[in-house]
């Protein structure tokens, strides 16, 4: 009967033993979790992107400028003006809708179908860059993943669910003004 208590109460202690070392083990799991963790999240805060700067006109023939957009493969280089109105669009190409340029979200330029403005955009090809610069940010290239013609009541162009991501939206009419020209594109990683 003894050497039953004994079993018994060796049995207990090892079990015991055995699950305080298992316990243990999963703790510094836990420890080791939090470190990987806390390693990640401030090399994702070493790693935030700098962009080239170039200066940006503030203004330009009487109008807030807000960045310029440069189009090498079309030779477009043009002023982006912060106001959006008729009288605007026969300076320079505007800011249409959306988030201020750079910025996570969606930026929509609209510009006439002009030599100086988006004449050219037709010309473009999914896969083509281009770049924005403003003041703040500075100089980021996009690249074209999105190229459409479209009736001008259709506006599904100004929404985009850009969780995270930098995007533009290019906007001209073709040369009848029949349709609109939508060209969208992401900052380039």
């Known amino acids: ?20 070392v298992i316990f243990k083990k999963q703790d ?13 999240n401030f090399e994702i805060e070493e790693t935030v992107k700098e962009y080239p700067k170039e200066e940006v006109l503030e203004s330009y023939k009487g109008y807030d400028v807000c960045a310029k957009i440069e189009i090498p493969s079309i030779s477009i280089e043009a002023n982006i003006l912060s106001e959006f109105s008729d009288k605007a669009l026969k300076v320079s190409c505007t800011k249409f809708w959306g988030v201020e340029p750079n910025q996570e979200g969606n930026f929509c330029v609209a510009g006439h179908n002009y030599k100086k403005m988006f004449y050219g955009l037709k010309k473009l090809k999914i896969g083509d860059t281009f770049f924005i610069t403003d003041n703040e940010v500075g100089k980021v290239e996009y690249e074209i993943f999105s190229i459409d013609k479209v009736v001008p009541e259709n506006i599904e162009c ?12 290019l906007i001209t009419c073709t040369s009848d003004s029949k349709y609109r020209i939508i060209v969208k594109a992401r900052e380039k990683i």
């Open 158 to 169: 100004l929404d985009a669910v850009t969780i995270g991501k930098k995007e533009v939206t």
């Open 1 to 20: 009967m003894k050497a039953r208590r004994y079993i018994f109460l060796i049995v207990v202690i090892l079990s015991t033993i055995i699950f305080v």
């Open 28 to 40: 510094n799991k836990i420890s080791e979790n939090e470190y990987v963790t806390e390693k990640i």
